[in-house]
């Protein structure tokens, strides 16, 4: 299963870019224009989207060679890379995306050799299921839980933490009345959209130090 | 690998000279032809990293900014050579090390708000006669040669209590353990300092080119390095940062959830202390003594800093957000320690103002009269790659807790605290050693400024001070 980590499953998409020497701009930098507006946070097509819990995507225009002797290697094109770690297998998460974001799927593969549109389910699926390879080794930070339950539980996590934080010292009497009051609250709550807590961090990475 | 040339080293660049005075002299060159005959007249007065038979009443060490580099007119390919963090400077950096809100570059001391600083010149001394000697040289000097104009002069002494210098810090903290050992580096190293060799036992020296340039790194490669090779080979670079600390503020805090800690008592006041930093305010390590202080630890040189994480991986004795941990996380990670052999610094601390009263004393408690004394600490730290290792540290660890599997959470003295932020302190259900969230964590230090800074060997003074610098 070298697609699969645990429960969650690395999908990896590598798609031709159409070569048209008549387009302006060209359909590469009509993909990086498009991908550079995309929303971060809760708007980000993959929050709206279920079932992702990281997705990456890459505009690959060719391999530089690096080393001795020389022996030059190009691509056959310029591709759209694609990679994501995200819940269900590969045609249960792309139906997702097509039933949740067509149009954001069609803005982007549109520019793709071949992407025959998210209209037709069976021929899109068909479409991504050849242009996929092998993830083989990736990295999963939590390989056992759906989306879903990550979420709730950073949620159980930051409400524990701050109900904690409010009630040190407390007599046992209101410490178990509020944590029976509490509980039940957190039981009862859906787990948050995806996204919607990011922790906005000013820091700015510094390139190679990271 | 043999030993190194010392004689070539800046003294400063090898080891602490663990002298209690200093005085830090902060430059702007003149006319690149003065400037260069200014530095050739200093050339016989640098301290090299020789081994002393007789400690010398002082010492005398030269850093610039790539600012400094190109008002000698070096060579442009030799100036954009530099690794990029070091052209661009620390003030360019604030965005990448967090030096945010207070801590921003805007709200630093005037000597850092312009670009004039371009020579570090610093005098260690036995005593302020001996610093007062050679800081007289030096006016001369600068007399005489119109090589540069004193911008400014930031003084630091070894705080004293009861008439003897101590390693104390303003905070109460015994501070200078753990420096790395790096491979031809003379020093009394002891276990603990360097790195975990591979049987997860013994304690290796670090790769030389951690510290130095011109020699290979933990990941066996050599450092970026100027070109020519030559100017920078047995130099390092170093990050000089001037952090105010507010020692009214911290001493409130500590007292105020002290109360809420233990038993509520003196001890549960220092176990608190040393919960924040990893060691009680003596030196002992609570990693190796959680419930007391003992001086015999901190004394012996094979156990001050030889310690593990290993046997406490949920922080119940060392939290896991402690300073020391976080700085310098040894094994905390796994793999016998191999992730953090090339974050690691080398530091020369300085406190810097007045002591304050003791804690047991009225004006010891006046938090407003404590926190408006300039009082603080002049961080220093020596890397081969000031982007690889000190903002790496600063950023990910310092300011960020991700890797030590605490979220968000950060350094609680030294970081930049913002509305919300935490301080959990893992307990073991005990009565006295219990779990703690500190909340509405304030600022205890603030940055007042600095800069980055290249400590050349001797052989690239001398080709600085003769305009021998030749890219080609």
Redesign the interface.
């Known amino acids: 299963m070298a697609n699969q980590s645990g429960s969650v499953y690395g999908l990896t998409l590598l798609c031709p870019i159409i070569d048209d020497e008549r387009a302006i701009p060209s359909h590469d930098l009509q993909i990086r224009y498009h991908l550079s507006k995309l929303p971060l946070g809760p708007d980000s097509p993959f929050a709206v989207a279920p079932g992702t819990h990281l997705a990456r995507l890459v505009v690959l225009d060719d391999v530089i060679y690096v080393g001795m002797p020389t022996c030059e290697e190009h691509l056959h094109s310029k591709y759209l890379v694609f990679e994501c770690n995200c819940d269900g297998d590969r045609d249960s998460y792309l139906t997702g995306l097509v039933q949740h974001i067509p149009n954001q799927l069609d803005a982007i593969w549109s520019h793709c050799t071949g992407y025959p549109g998210s209209k037709d389910l069976p021929a899109f699926l068909d479409y991504m299921k050849k242009c996929q390879l092998d993830t083989t080794f990736f990295f999963a930070p939590v390989n056992d839980k759906s989306v879903n339950q990550t979420l709730s539980a950073l949620q159980t996590q930051r409400a524990v933490a701050a109900f904690i934080a409010t009630h040190q010292g407390c007599t046992d009497t209101h410490l178990q009345q509020d944590f029976k009051v509490f509980m039940d609250r957190l039981q009862k709550a859906p787990p948050p959209p995806p996204a919607a807590h990011c922790f906005a961090r000013a820091m700015k990475t510094g390139g190679r130090n990271e | 690998m043999s030993k190194l040339n010392a004689s070539d080293i800046q003294g400063f660049s090898l080891r602490g000279y663990n002298m209690p005075y200093s005085r830090y002299c902060f430059l702007e060159f003149n006319a690149p032809e003065d400037a260069r005959a200014l530095l050739l007249a200093l050339l016989p007065s640098v301290t090299t990293g020789q081994l002393w038979d007789e400690k010398p009443q002082s010492t005398l060490n030269l850093a610039f900014t790539h600012r400094g580099l190109a008002a000698l007119h070096l060579p442009l390919a030799t100036l954009i050579s530099f690794p ?2 070091f052209q661009l400077g620390m003030k360019a ?1 604030a ?2 090390l ?1 030096d ?1 809100g207070a801590n921003a570059p805007e709200h630093w001391d005037s000597l850092w708000a312009t670009d004039n600083v371009h020579v570090w010149l610093a005098i260690h001394g036995l005593s302020l006669d001996a610093i007062g000697k050679q800081f007289h040289a030096l006016e001369a000097l600068l007399q005489s040669t119109g090589g540069a104009r004193l911008l400014e002069s930031q003084e630091a002494c070894a705080l004293c209590i009861g008439g003897e210098f101590n390693l104390k810090e303003h905070f109460g903290y015994t501070d200078g353990f753990g420096n790395p050992d790096y491979l031809g580096i003379c020093r009394s190293a002891q276990p603990g300092q360097g790195k975990l060799g591979a049987d997860g036992k013994t304690w290796e020296p670090l790769a030389t080119g951690e510290l130095l340039l011109g020699y290979a790194d933990e990941a066996g490669e050599r450092p970026v390095c100027p070109v020519p090779h030559l100017l920078g080979v047995n130099g390092t670079f170093m990050v000089y940062r001037k952090i105010r600390q507010r020692v009214g503020t911290f001493r409130q805090f500590l007292n105020h959830w002290a109360s ?1 800690y233990g038993a509520g008592d003196d001890f549960a006041k220092e176990k608190l202390a040393s919960k924040f930093i990893g060691r009680w305010r003596d030196g002992t390590p609570i990693e190796l003594s959680p419930d007391r202080m003992d001086q015999n630890i901190v004394q012996d040189p094979n156990r001050s800093t030889n310690f593990l994480y290993r046997d406490d991986p949920e922080g119940t004795r060392c939290p896991l957000g402690a300073h020391i941990r976080r700085v310098n996380p040894r094994d905390a990670f796994g793999f016998e320690g191999r992730l953090i052999h090339r974050r690691r610094i080398s530091r020369r601390g300085a406190p810097y103002g007045p002591a304050a009263p003791p804690e047991d004393t009225p004006e010891g408690q006046d938090t407003e009269a404590l926190d408006a004394i300039d009082r603080g600490i002049l961080f220093m730290a020596l890397n081969a790659s000031l ?2 290792q000190f ?2 540290v600063q ?2 660890w310092i ?2 807790g991700n890797d030590a599997r605490i ?2 959470e950060k350094d609680l003295l030294l970081a930049h605290h913002e509305r919300g932020d ?1 301080y ?1 302190i893992q307990g073991d259900g005990s009565p006295s050693n219990p ?3 500190c ?1 509405g964590l304030p600022n205890f230090t603030e940055l007042r400024g600095g800069d980055y800074f290249f400590i050349p060997s001797i052989t690239a003074l001398e080709m600085l001070g003769r305009n021998l610098v030749d890219p080609r």
């Open positions: 990029v963090e950096r965005a990448v967090g945010t809420r982007a690889r903002e790496f950023q990910q300011s960020y979220g968000n935490r959990g779990p703690l969230f909340t």
